[in-house]
């Protein structure tokens, strides 16, 4: 299967680990991703940053967000089902990237319409391997709604 010519992407991280926002952001320059890391740190800033509120009032729509669960003053659980159910930010991919392993947050996700949900795995490479393998599917193989609305725009 060939995969598609890369293409520029923005991509939103809701993560609260500065660590893992550094792995994160060198991971993506190490595989040369085309695209624009944009961080929020809690879910609050998450909702205001899609709905171009505040001081994200020129912030552009993300191609994907990588979510995770465990984040303060609003829960990425929360976030989740705020996107999805808001008619004008559900088309966006949701990829759940925690550290939690319970089977009640993954059931909970995918009832919320989670894309995908992935566990960080422990350990630097492991973690590498993880963005690589996201870095693949959706920026190689997958159709995001962002190029649709590009080719019919």
Known sequence: M???????????LVEDSPTDVIITREAF???RVLNKLHVVE?????????????????????DLILLDL??????????LA???????????PVVVLTTSQSERDVLEAYDHHANCYIVKPVGFEKFLEALKTIRQFWFGVVTLPSEVENEQG
């Open 2 to 12: 060939s995969q598609k010519p890369p293409k520029f992407v923005d991509i939103l």
């Open 29 to 31: 320059e190490e595989f």
């Open 42 to 62: 809690d879910g609050v800033q998450a909702i205001a940053y899609l709905r171009r509120q505040g001081e994200y009032a020129a912030a552009p729509r993300p």
């Open 70 to 79: 465990n984040l303060p003053r609003k829960n990425g659980r929360e976030v």
């Open 82 to 92: 705020e996107i999805k159910a808001d008619s004008a930010l559900k088309s966006i």
